[in-house]
């Protein structure tokens, strides 16, 4: 896909700032991309996707897929929203049948990756999401992105 090694690093202070980054993305992916997030509970990752989804023409409807596991968003690419928290194996792994998208036109964000970090493939985009000094304040690194933001 072309990514780099470059690291972003940003801060926002707040979940409407944290939304508006993941638009930014939204706006120049192509599609077939794997995003990969880390952070903590309450850390932005499902604030990030939303945006993702905004961004791609799907409206305002991403929520955590906890209970579901994989959420599919449709705009002008589709989005593949998975959450691995969840997932202890290779066997739950398989069982949310992530294999089958992977090497498609979708883009795949998958929040709590560390979970199935032996699974993402080797041009994935790393997004690690962490507390700041606020309440609000969010640390946000990028890995693996050659777009702008």
């Known amino acids: 896909m072309g990514y780099s090694d470059k690291e972003i690093n940003l801060t ?30 309450g850390a932005g990752k499902t604030a990030f996707t939303r945006g993702i989804a905004i961004g791609l023409g799907a409206g305002d409807v991403a929520s955590s897929p906890t209970f579901a596991i994989v959420n599919e968003y449709t705009g002008r690419l589709t989005l593949e929203h998975f959450d ?3 997932i202890e194996s290779w066997d739950d792994l398989y069982s949310t049948g992530f294999f089958d998208y992977l090497d498609t036109e979708r883009v795949l964000v ?3 990756s560390e979970n199935v970090e ?12 962490g507390r700041g000094y606020g309440d609000n304040e969010r640390i946000i690194t990028i890995t693996g992105w050659k777009g702008v933001l």
């Open 12 to 41: 926002t202070n707040s979940a409407d700032e944290t939304q508006a980054l993941g638009e930014r993305l939204a706006a120049q992916l192509r599609g077939g991309e794997v995003i990969a997030f880390t952070g903590g509970m």
């Open 110 to 112: 998958i929040e709590w």
């Open 118 to 129: 032996a699974a993402l493939p080797e041009d994935v985009i790393r997004v690690d999401i």
């Open 84 to 86: 691995m928290y969840r």
